[in-house]
């Protein structure tokens, strides 16, 4: 039993390196996964209170008055009407 131990050492440190080296790299793309995650729920978090808050604002409505357009077309024709029977 002690001779599997000591077997069982060795060649945990003969791969030490490269253990070592796997460790630090699974800890760097968790990093980098929690980071991204937080990241989308801040964002979230935001777009949400930037909703609620607009959508509770008051909305300005107004009301257009046409009546200068319809007359503008009318004038128009008159003058158009006024122009064709002075070229005759």
Known sequence: ???EKVDKYK???AN????????KFQNALRKCAVGAVGLVM???IGYSAYNSYTSNRPVDEVQ?????????ATDLDAAREA??????
Do not use: C, F
């Not at 030490?16 to 460790?23: F, G, S």
């Not at 257009?64 to 503008?72: G, K, Q, R």
């Not at 122009?83 to 005759?88: L, N, P, S």
């Open 1 to 3: 039993m002690s001779q």
């Open 11 to 13: 060649r945990e440190k």
């Open 16 to 23: 030490r390196k490269n253990i070592v080296k796997k460790q």
């Open 42 to 44: 801040i964002g979230w």
């Open 64 to 72: 257009i008055d046409y009546t200068a357009v319809n007359e503008l």
């Open 83 to 88: 122009d064709g029977a002075q070229t005759e």
